[in-house]
């Protein structure tokens, strides 16, 4: 595989050579634009590192020749230079796919980590798009950093995939790794509490960084840097865990000479608390997948600890766009909040949070530059706020796939309180944590669209024919149809009958739809086999509570078993988990709760589950109905169960399809549905209809 | 529409969580944000007092049968405080869960 350099000389062309040579590039320098073009149409490189500054000519200027060259969709264009030169939202406007920042003389490490974040971006992205892994494995078996994928799919997550670099940094060979989980590094002086960490991550789908001790296996230790992140499907499925791990033996060994004993024990305080406040602030952040929320819980977390006033912008076409903003104190959040939303930037870099975005490198502002908060810190003092002008600041860029997608801004009101580098590391990997959620959050809105698709997949796309029976279903996502998951309901046809289910699984969003793929697929296979209703249901709590633990949701279920009788009517066996109960309506006019109360699916292992059997005769008919029926906002309160009793025994004697309508619009008389309105109606037929039909 | 707040009352060696008015899906994270402090602050006990909750579905269920799952992993109690007349006990009966939680009802 090519590599093409186009730099003007120096140290960092060397440096940058020898460590692609060392990841087995075959390496082509360049030095000019003219050389740079040249080399591209002869080699064909895959990836191309170009300059910002080259001599005279401008890196920027070639990137955007390269996007127009021919072959530029076989190849990753990265831009390299000092992080002052460096304007990522500059560099992928030309076309660049990424951007390095090096200053000169920086120490190899430095080099392979950026390497490396290179091609774990570039991994998360391919396995988002759903590409194609050949080509991916050919760059990763050539990369210097170890790189594993698992599949937590297959049973205890095994390691399916492991570089080059992996087995020279472990000694192991392939055929001693594939297929065993990742626990065979570890060793007797790995601690457990590192182990803990991981698995509380990874229950959670989330992603997490660990330094551990592993083992070679020749039984020798290293400090082993692991950082794993989950990737998920389009249906928010995690389907590889892909771990990165960086052997820090010698940069351990270093930090243990240089410190002394106290300034360790300090410094281990310090990151104690940082670690408990980020520990604290990732859940929150990873908590909803909706903007707003996301933002709100961000700033929220981070006042009083980094400041008394939190604040995320984005700046879009020179343009500040306030995104959230939160303080200690009501009354600083009322008059922040009061500040326009939107206001242009001041033209060159006097706007700091304007700057911080532009260049992608933290501030820290102390009394004698005082920050900004909002339009034009000149036509007021201190940005706008009539009490306490900020007297420190830190800006702290939000970064997301190689993108600046905002700012983090937090003031300090207080005299006494200046920033420390440390600070405002803290606020660097905050940043980091919360550019990801806002990132994901992004995706989620882009990918609403897609959710009613989503959701068609959870209802069955048409109701079986059964003579002697009539079937209705009806089924309303709530609000505007873009949060997905949620209810559910399905017809499974069996010998002699069929069998309903309509169930509600807590929660919403892509794993509460996920999970509601699940309990509906494993329904419908235990309906297959178990002889009772509440077999079926019991076989569904199994696999729920095998799945609690990654998704923390539970399902309620009412299920009824139906057969036609010979001599007219139906039979049911009705079981209920923590469900609403079918109701029978009677040839009389009244409705009849029919079931028993069992347990809530995916909670306890042992679930109390009912069987109740009941004959419809011709005429009378089952409704089974999720919350979103009985719990309906109407103009006049709640449905209410007894509404709804009401509504149906005014249906009764009417086709199963009548009854199902005349209850939506019972449901829906207040508006959009607040939760989603599932409802199943089936009737056993009268004698002589079906012919009248017919 | 009742306007919701989440309240965090720290007595002794217990804290007391409560919530009143409309739990639902946009005020549901909101309060298991709050438990979830709550939980790891390394009190014996969290209550949590549903008793001024207007409106409770099943996100409101699912945040309680989350907290109790924390609280028996974590070795923690925890105590679900509700109106004997409200909807957090009617929904939770329906989901037929209170067998198995620690509730202590008020009122009637």
Known sequence: MNALVVDAGGDRRAALEAELARQGYAVAPATTAVEALEAVARAEPVLVLVARRLGAEDGLALCRSLDGAPGAENRVVVLVGEPADLSVLDALDAGAADVWALAPGEPAARLREAIAEHYARLQAEHLRLGGEFALLRQALDRTGTGFVMTDPRLDDDPIVYANQAFYEQTGYAPADVLGRNCRMLQGPLTDPADVARIRAALARDRPVTVELVNYRKDGTTFANEVHISPVHDERGQVVRRVSVQVDVTAFRERERLFATEQTARAAAEASGRRSAFLADASPRLDASLDLRETLDSLTRLSVPYLGEVCIVDEVDRGEVHRLAAAAADERVEALVRALPARYPTEPGDRDPLARVIRSGRAEILGRDDPPALGPAAGSGGGGGLATGAPQAAMIVPLRARGRIIGALAFLSLAAERQYTDEDLALAEELARRAALALDNARLYERQSEIASALQAGLVPGRLPEVEGVELAARFRPAGDGSVIGGDFYDVIEREGGFDVVVGDVTGKGARAAALTGLARHTIRTAARYEARPSGVLAVANDALVAERASSGRYCTVAYARVQVRPEGGLHVAVSVGGHPLPIALRADGRAELIGRPGSILGWVDDPTLHDVDAVLAPGEALVLYTDGVSEARTPDGMLGDERLAAVLESAAGMPAGAIASRLERAALQGGNAHDDVALVVLRGTVAGSVAAAA | ?108
Do not use: C, W
């Open chain 2, 1 to 108: 529409m009742t306007a919701f707040t989440v309240e965090r009352n720290p007595n002794g060696d217990a804290m007391r969580v409560v919530v009143s008015g409309e739990l639902d899906m946009a005020t549901g994270p909101r309060l298991e944000e709050e438990l979830r402090r709550a939980q790891a602050g390394g009190h014996r006990e969290v209550v949590l007092d549903l008793t001024g909750v207007t409106f409770f579905d099943s996100t409101g269920l699912q945040v309680v049968l989350d907290a109790e799952v924390r609280a028996r992993e974590g070795g923690q109690e925890l105590l679900i405080v509700v109106a004997a007349d409200g909807e957090p006990l009617r929904v939770l009966r329906l989901a037929e869960v209170t067998d198995r939680l620690r509730i202590s009802e008020t009122g009637g």
